[in-house]
């Protein structure tokens, strides 16, 4: 007879080793969300800084390109460069509070799936991007670009950029975790992460393109959508099989 | 009487750290509800051993069974059923008390009526909304006490325990971790002669080798102050 | 496994088939009428890219071997291997150059989609070497290391299919179809510079692996002879470790 799950260790002799505890990983994704959120209201950290970044940055572009107004293919790869780099800042601060306060051992000692802490992790990320654009891309759009893609434009782009946003917190997630125990964190961010998200660049700027041209937005190519997506199906394979053996031991 | 099964057995554990040995060797049986202390200078083993006994670690070579449970395989089916403190409070300092608590109360399926009892049980409930980065070294020390047994464990891991904690505080969260808890634990001391009087094992370490293990009550204090030279 | 013998036998074989490889190359193969002698590196560009590409693979799975059975010595042949493919990866990037120089007068051009996912396949795999140095934790550099390799093997099919999409398909091939369709008087140069590639590759992979080897047992005997402490700990370092014992 085993005792039961919630009495505190018991005298007499246990035939059976006692019932395992066990949190669904629903509960320890929500449970790990809310501390992410909560900790990003409470002391801003990535987002004010990942905002303020694209739009200093946009300035700079207005700058070094020389020009008052972008459109097509420039003005796509401006936007993107520009979420791109904001993103390694959300990307190096992901881990470091947990790293720091010895967080990832609290999570480690519950009795619950290490995926969550890649779930949370990689949603907490994409809401951040998320965030970050809803500042980044009327920022763009005031400050740079030249013509006004109508509504239905900007509804495509903001498809492509949803799962844009999708591979980049996948990638975020794997190379934070990685950059987080190294000792030149906010080096190797960069480093890494920018050649891995070269197919989201080429998908995603070569998709945008046609919907900020100066005549008027031409349709989004659907190939760039099955890039993506092919792209974070990989990616959120990929992080699924190898997340844990980075937070073990 | 009839044996009773062992809450925490270890046969041959050995870690290694880089190409040194962190522990080397190391068999023992806790019995449940009894205390196993262990002493030994700074880079004996001590916390690696319970690092590992928290599955946090994995064992290199070695057998270890924590009530019960084969570890590192079966280690996710007694994590809910371990309280670790360490050094590291593993508290946000930029949550409150109260919100750090409950967050380790959702992560292992606890009521926060027990994160209310607790806070009052340490004398944190007044100071339980303000920011940890705001209490003392004592107050953060009485928190992670919180955390280490909010999900009632059966096996305490205790690392220096009443470190920061003056007397009053010490009496507070006695009851929650010490012997008369009724909770098997493995506790670490640099204090020989206190340390001997809450022990009902005594585990010696140097250099992650086994020195001394025995009974405490044939321990006697020099033997510990042994290790240290 | 003993990654010593042989060794002598290899690297004949090696010598010998590059040589003879390089030497039809030359003599034997037809001259290209646009290009020139120049474009005679393909048959040294392209087998040293397919060997680095299939090198960073074969690194990708001792990782998984590392990973699943936590056995240091596929850690260290899992780093062999990659280090050993970026070292031909900036060999092939070099020859690119060179054969762009000759086929298009530029010595760097974007459109061709292998060359350019080459590039980028390489900048990634640049970063093994300063993020393995930059994790102390020996077990943990290893296991870290291990992940990288995984992710980036299976990035480099990603990232070519993505760069190849991403091609306007403006500049016509060098030869007539697509590789392996090569005219009847480049396939023996061409075959044999790569089955030279291949000796070349193996034969450095075993002698690095049988160097390290060596290297850790002696440590591990003086250790046992002299006692823990008369031998000096590793300092920082990427490469890895292998265990004591």
Request: glycine content about 8%.
């Amino acid at each position: 007879m085993s005792a039961p799950a919630t009495e505190p260790a018991s005298t007499a002799p246990d035939a059976a080793p006692p019932e395992p505890r066990y949190v669904p990983l629903r509960t320890a994704v929500r449970a790990l969300l809310r501390k992410e959120l909560a900790l990003e209201l409470r002391a801003p950290q990535a987002v004010p800084a990942m905002a303020l970044f694209s739009v200093t940055t946009l300035v700079v572009f207005h700058f070094a390109l020389q020009r008052g107004v972008v459109d097509g293919d420039l003005a796509s790869g401006v936007l993107w460069v520009t979420l791109l780099f904001a993103a390694m800042l959300g990307i190096s601060r992901l881990f470091v509070a947990d790293h720091e306060e010895g967080g990832l051992d609290g999570f480690l000692l519950a009795p619950t799936d290490r995926t969550a802490l890649l779930v949370a992790k990689a949603v907490g990320l994409f809401a951040f991007l998320v965030a970050l654009e809803v500042v980044a891309v009327p920022a763009f759009a005031l400050l740079l670009l030249g013509p006004s893609p109508s509504f239905g434009a900007y509804a495509q782009l903001a498809v492509l950029l949803l799962l844009a946003d999708a591979g980049i917190a996948l990638v975020g997630t794997l190379v934070g975790a990685i950059a987080v125990q190294t000792r030149t964190r906010d080096l190797i961010v960069p480093l890494m992460a920018l050649p891995l998200l070269i197919p989201v660049v080429i998908a995603a700027a070569r998709g945008t393109s046609p919907l900020v041209l100066q005549g008027g937005s031409q349709g989004l190519e659907v190939r760039w959508l099955f890039v993506l997506g092919l792209y974070d199906l990989v990616f959120g394979l990929l992080a699924y099989a190898l997340f844990d053996y980075l937070i073990e031991d | 009487m009839a044996a009773l099964p062992a809450a925490i057995e270890l046969d041959g554990l050995t870690r290694r750290y880089g190409e040194r040995v962190a522990l080397e060797d190391v068999t023992l049986t806790v019995a449940p509800a009894t205390t196993l202390v262990v002493f030994g200078p700074n880079g004996a083993g001590k916390s690696t051993l319970l690092r590992v006994l928290a599955t946090l670690l994995r064992p290199h070579a070695g057998a270890v069974r924590v009530l019960g449970r084969s570890l590192p395989d079966d280690g996710w089916a007694v994590r809910g059923r371990i309280g670790f403190l360490t050094h590291e409070p593993l508290l946000y300092r930029d949550l409150s008390g109260r919100e750090n608590l409950r967050f380790h109360a959702r992560l292992h399926g606890v009521a926060f009526a027990r994160v209310e009892e607790l806070l009052e049980r340490v004398g944190l409930r007044l100071r339980a909304d303000d920011r940890v980065s705001t209490y003392s070294r004592g107050m953060v020390q009485r928190l992670a006490v919180c955390r280490a047994v909010l999900h009632d464990p059966d096996v305490l891991l205790l690392d220096e325990p009443r470190a920061n904690l003056d007397p009053a505080a010490a009496d507070l969260v006695e009851p929650l971790i010490g012997a008369a808890s009724g909770r098997t634990r493995v506790v670490t001391s640099h204090d020989p002669a206190g340390g001997l009087v809450e022990a009902d094992l005594a585990l010696g370490l140097r250099g992650g080798r086994t020195e001394l293990l025995a009974p405490a009550d044939r321990v006697q204090s020099h033997e510990i102050w042994a290790l240290y030279r | 496994m003993l990654y010593g013998t042989r060794l002598r036998a290899l690297s004949i074989a090696t010598l010998v088939t590059m040589t003879a490889a390089l030497a039809l190359a030359f003599f034997y193969a037809p001259m290209d009428a646009d290009q020139g002698f120049m474009q005679k590196i393909f048959y040294i560009h392209v087998p040293m890219g397919i060997v680095a590409l299939c090198g960073f693979v074969w690194g990708g799975i001792n990782a998984i071997q590392h990973l699943r059975t936590r056995d240091a010595k596929y850690d260290l042949r899992s780093y062999v291997a990659i280090h050993l493919s970026l070292i031909l990866g900036a060999g092939v990037l070099v020859t690119g150059s060179i054969w762009a120089k000759a086929s298009w007068g530029h010595w760097w051009v974007w459109d061709e989609p292998t060359l350019v996912s080459f590039l980028i396949v390489f900048l990634l795999y640049a970063t093994y070497q300063p993020m393995r140095f930059s994790i102390e934790d020996r077990e943990k550099q290893a296991r870290y290391a291990s992940v990288f390799a995984i992710t980036a093997g299976a990035f480099v099919p990603l990232n070519f299919i993505a760069v190849r999409l991403a091609q306007a398909y403006t500049h016509p091939r060098v030869f007539a179809t697509a590789d392996g369709g090569l005219p009847a008087k480049m396939q023996l140069p061409f075959y044999l510079s790569l089955l030279g590639m291949t000796l070349l590759y193996i034969t450095l992979w075993r002698y690095e692996m049988a160097s390290k080897n060596t290297s850790a047992k002696l440590r591990a005997l003086r250790r046992k002879l002299a006692g823990d402490d008369a031998v000096a700990p590793v300092g920082r370092t990427a490469a890895p470790s292998l265990p004591t014992t």
